[in-house]
């Protein structure tokens, strides 16, 4: 299936079968779709929780209503996008220790500019405690792109889900203790025979209104 063809196929699944596990493979290539999604200055400010057995289902069921409670009941998984409550020195410096040990600094140099640029944007976007969050928010909607154009291409179906009560499930969770907190989710599986999106045509706004060639 080339480009093309899935970005005019895809389609928020509205009904998931209960019955269709995802094979190992493909629950690993939707982990690396997280993993290695994009991030300024390689921030990586986050953190995604998987649900996915039937005890976690029942207990992250409540925050999603009834909008939303029957596509994480029924998904084979349902992500949560999580960002850190802040970005602390541990955080900057385990980056940095992390890309040195990947090999990205040929010496301290580089090192030493490349830690020196990530804490100026950082601090550009940390002006309060809330211009820090919505910009790891951000980061964090990168990483949900990355997920719903994969899982399409893997041939799953998926839903992007901002409709749950955030507060709720921090608590179920407890993702402050942690250091989180969520921000949006996404459901991931094979849609059912109930899906009324599976049929209906898709709807956007015509090239020339959305996008102008300068
Ligand atoms: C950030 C975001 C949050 C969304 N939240 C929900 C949701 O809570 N429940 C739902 O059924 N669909 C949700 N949607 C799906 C949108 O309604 C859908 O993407 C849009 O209508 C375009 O349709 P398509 O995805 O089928 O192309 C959300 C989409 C996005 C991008």
């Known amino acids: 299936m080339n480009i093309e063809s899935i970005v005019r196929t895809r389609y928020t699944s509205k009904a998931y079968d209960p019955m269709r596990p995802l ?79 990947d090999g990205r600094f040929i010496n301290d140099e580089v090192k030493a500019s490349q830690d020196k640029g990530r804490r100026y944007f950082v601090n550009l976007n940390s002006g309060s405690e809330r211009q820090q969050q919505e910009w790891m928010a951000r980061q964090a909607y990168i990483s949900l792109g990355f997920l719903l154009l994969g899982a399409a291409t893997l041939g799953l179906n998926a839903t992007p889900v901002e409709g749950f009560d955030p507060q709720l499930l921090d608590e179920i969770l407890e993702l402050k203790q942690q250091g989180y907190r969520s921000v949006v989710a996404a459901t991931v599986g094979y849609s059912s025979e109930q899906d009324f999106n599976a049929g209906l045509p898709k709807s956007r706004l015509p090239q020339d209104s959305v996008i102008t060639l300068l």
Do not use: M, Y
């Not at 057995?53 to 994480?72: E, H, I, Q, T, W």
């Not at 960002?83 to 040195?100: F, G, V």
């Open 23 to 101: 094979s190992a493979e493909q629950r690993q290539q939707l982990l690396d779709l997280l993993r290695f999604s994009p991030s300024s200055v390689n921030s990586q400010p986050w953190h995604f929780f998987i649900i996915e057995s039937a005890d976690a289902k029942a207990r992250v069921k409540p925050a999603f209503g009834d909008l939303n409670g029957g596509k994480v009941q029924n998904a084979a998984l349902t992500v949560i996008f999580a960002t850190r409550t802040h970005i602390d020195e541990a955080h900057l410096n385990t980056l940095l220790t992390q890309e040195q040990q």
